[in-house]
């Protein structure tokens, strides 16, 4: 699991044919100051350039890719490939997203790693979790799972807070607790910005602080 070393996204073009009409294709770019991805960097502290391609169906089926610079050394190397695909939908008022992940490192050695995941989600509320599986770099069975409420603000903006918990089955990883902070703007043609404050209860680690622009076409 990278412990000390991640987000997935749409201005589509419809496919053509009447048979699958109902589909279609967007792509992604953002920056970011910092990769955090569940409370730990992801790039030493350092920016990151962002993107990938989705495909999603009214079906609720999608499948995507994304990809982002990191500095991972040995283990993970210099950048990271995400593949996956899942299954969303709302029943009766609650929201539901399952599939699975998976995390390549190609400049690496034995980083790669999957997860099968799910979340479900009513009003502002989102809950979710992550279980680990296909890990080149350790034994399977980590857990991640977390909560987060979302409120819409005056003049596009929005707050979401995060509380996440992540557990090993590897006696040599310290699980842990981490929480983030986001505020959002979005301003249309222009993307979305966000400013993000994310801490964790391991020893010595100082909150992170940083900044993002996404857009999607």
Not at 33 to 54: E, F, H, K, L, P
Not at 195 to 214: I, K, M, Q, R, T
Request: charged fraction near 15%; hydrophobic fraction near 35%; charge should be negative.
């Amino acid at each position: 699991m990278k412990m000390n070393k991640l987000a997935l996204a749409c201005g589509a073009a419809l496919l053509a044919t009447s048979a699958v009409a109902q589909a279609e294709f967007s792509a992604n770019i953002g920056v970011t100051s910092n990769y955090v991805w569940r409370g730990m960097t992801q790039t030493s502290d350092g920016a990151a350039i962002q993107g990938g391609i989705d495909y999603s169906h009214e079906s609720g089926f999608y499948a995507g890719t994304w990809a982002s610079n990191v500095d991972g050394g040995t283990q993970y190397g210099t950048y990271e490939v995400d593949g996956y695909l899942g299954f969303g939908g709302e029943v009766s008022g609650i929201g539901y997203d399952i599939g699975y992940i998976y995390y390549a490192y190609p400049a690496g050695q034995d980083g790669n790693f999957g997860e099968v995941y799910g979340s479900a989600s009513f009003s502002m509320f989102t809950v979710g979790a992550a279980y680990v599986t296909n890990n080149d770099g350790g034994d399977d069975g980590d857990l991640y799972y977390y909560g987060s409420a979302s409120f819409d603000l005056p003049q596009d903006f929005s707050l979401t807070g995060t509380v996440g918990q992540y557990d090993s089955d590897d006696a040599a990883v310290d699980g842990y607790t981490h929480y983030q902070l986001d505020i959002g703007k979005s301003v249309g043609d222009f993307g979305d910005f966000t400013f993000s404050v994310s801490a964790n209860d391991v020893s010595d680690s100082d909150p992170l602080v940083f900044v993002s622009w996404g857009k999607t076409f």
